[in-house]
């Protein structure tokens, strides 16, 4: 079965830092952009890190710049999110999802649209 799948999420204070993970099973990540969406309740979805495969292209949501770090572990067939100084602001769903990157944009996405494959997403709470 092809899926990802997303690790790593909980609950933090303001200020602190977690690490997602997505791992893929039944295919390889290097052949797909990679990005990490969230959903706060009551809002959209929105995007947060993209990671293509090539050097450069890596693009983040202006709300997570500087505190946010996507990155690829090929060897472990993952994408992972490092995320510091939280902040309340922060808490939401994050999913990972897929596309293969013959037809990725080369872009940000804010919706994500284009994107065919998606985890199940994990619960990221930041609260004092």
């Known amino acids: 079965q092809l899926q990802v799948v997303e690790s790593g999420g909980g609950s933090v204070q303001p200020g602190g830092s977690l690490r997602l993970s997505c791992a893929a099973s039944?295919?390889?990540?290097?052949?797909?952009?990679v990005g990490w969406f969230r959903q706060a309740p009551g809002k959209r979805r929105e995007g947060v890190a993209v990671?293509?495969?090539?050097?450069?292209?890596?693009f983040y949501a202006h709300s997570v710049q500087g505190r946010f770090n996507i990155s690829r572990d090929s060897a472990k067939n993952t994408v992972s999110l490092q995320m510091n100084n939280l902040k309340p602001e922060d808490t939401a769903v994050y999913y990972c999802?897929?596309?293969?990157?013959?037809?990725?944009?080369?872009?940000?996405?804010?919706?994500?649209?284009?994107?065919?494959?998606w985890g199940q997403g994990i619960q990221v709470t930041v609260s004092s």
């Open positions: 039944g295919f390889t990540l290097d052949r797909y952009a």
């Open positions: 990671i293509g495969t090539r050097p450069g292209f890596i």
């Open positions: 999802a897929t596309v293969p990157l013959a037809r990725w944009s080369g872009s940000f996405s804010e919706r994500g649209y284009e994107y065919d494959r």
